[in-house]
């Protein structure tokens, strides 16, 4: 029995830290495991220009307490009005690493996103150019589409026809949560994942779409996209730990207070930063797989986005008595729920 894994420090390749207070009670729980991560822009207003991701950067260093070291890697938000100079200038000078596409109204706070793709080609043809990855919420926001059906809707009407009319676009699919965009990335992807990548959630490894509806509603368990049925969330587990580069970690962990979750209208997001790195240990290890839980997590990201893997690394321990996880980390905003899997958990990182 495996009682201990030491694996390279990962790093989390889609995450919401939010701004202000929330900012600050959010960031130690992912800077205390995670080397670096994706930023999502989706604040209000959002990160659109070059301008604003390095004052949001900026925002997010000072508010790192000074024991820890941590790298966000900045995103813009993908509007209509968006000046591909004003993108290739920021990728240039290394403050971008990413462009985000939201189409409109897909999520928390994509009111800003796009509408009419034809309006965003010039950026996306510039993208391809400079080699700038696109990352995608993978969900179309037609009334008439099914919200079950959305992510594989998306990729026939929206993510196929853009990669087509833009060659040499490098696209990550994130979150993805259907047996349809994992095989979508084998069967479009190069092997090596240079073009096409997605990114997998560990919420979405765990809970199926019963996880919310079964027993009374669980607001918890409400994130975007949502979860599908049985079969999908296999069809995750199976290419999460199938050691294939183009499959990485965006744990996506959306932080939003109790109070915001738990009403008539309550907000999409599961917060998972805080138990994330047990959860996976947890995963793969039921899956007879703990040896890829290192390329999942810290090394096929790297791969993708062409940055160093990070040097130092990160131990897992295994434990005979279940691991104690606080049941929701104090904002100034009001408590935050951490992610509840469901089943006790033997993992701690040491
Ligand atoms: C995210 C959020 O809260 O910002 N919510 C979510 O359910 N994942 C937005 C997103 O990534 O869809
Ligand atoms: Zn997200």
Request: hydrophobic share 40%; with cysteine; proline share 7%.
């Amino acid at each position: 029995m495996t009682d201990s894994l030491t694996i390279t420090r990962p790093d989390d390749w889609h995450l919401h830290l939010r701004d202000g207070d929330m900012l600050r009670a959010v960031l130690p729980e992912t800077a205390r495991h995670f080397g670096r991560a994706i930023i999502m822009p989706n604040l209000v207003p959002p990160v659109v220009t070059g301008d604003q991701a390095a004052a949001y950067r900026d925002r997010i260093l000072s508010a790192l307490p000074e024991d820890m070291s941590f790298t966000p890697l900045m995103t813009l938000y993908l509007t209509e009005e968006t000046d591909p100079d004003d993108v290739a200038a920021a990728h240039a000078s290394g403050l971008v690493t990413a462009v985000k596409l939201y189409p409109a109204g897909a999520t928390t706070n994509s009111a800003s996103g796009v509408t009419n793709f034809d309006k965003v080609r010039p950026v996306l043809e510039k993208m391809a150019e400079i080699g700038l990855p696109l990352c995608t919420h993978g969900e179309v926001t037609d009334p008439d589409i099914d919200i079950f059906d959305r992510e594989a809707v998306f990729i026939d009407r929206v993510l196929d026809p853009i990669r087509q009319a833009t060659p040499g676009l490098r696209v990550v699919m994130e979150h993805i949560t259907t047996a349809n965009a994992a095989d979508y990335v084998r069967s479009h992807g190069t092997v090596d994942g240079g073009d096409l990548g997605a990114t997998i959630t560990t919420h979405h490894l765990i809970i199926n779409r019963n996880a919310i509806l079964v027993g009374g509603i669980k607001p918890h368990y409400y994130c975007l996209p949502v979860a599908k049925r049985e079969e999908h969330r296999l069809a995750l587990r199976a290419a999460a730990t199938s050691a294939d580069k183009r499959f990485f970690l965006g744990t996506d962990s959306a932080p939003h207070t109790d109070a915001n979750k738990l009403s008539a209208c309550g907000c999409a997001g599961c917060f998972t930063a805080t138990n994330t790195m047990a959860l996976l240990a947890h995963v793969f290890e039921e899956d007879g797989a703990l040896d890829h839980l290192e390329g999942f997590a810290s090394q096929h990201g790297p791969a993708f986005y062409r940055l160093p893997e990070n040097t130092s690394t990160l131990t897992l321990v295994k434990t005979d008595e279940p691991v104690h996880v606080p049941q929701s980390i104090v904002t100034p905003d009001g408590p935050v729920t951490v992610f509840d899997p469901g089943f006790p958990i033997h993992w701690t990182v040491a």
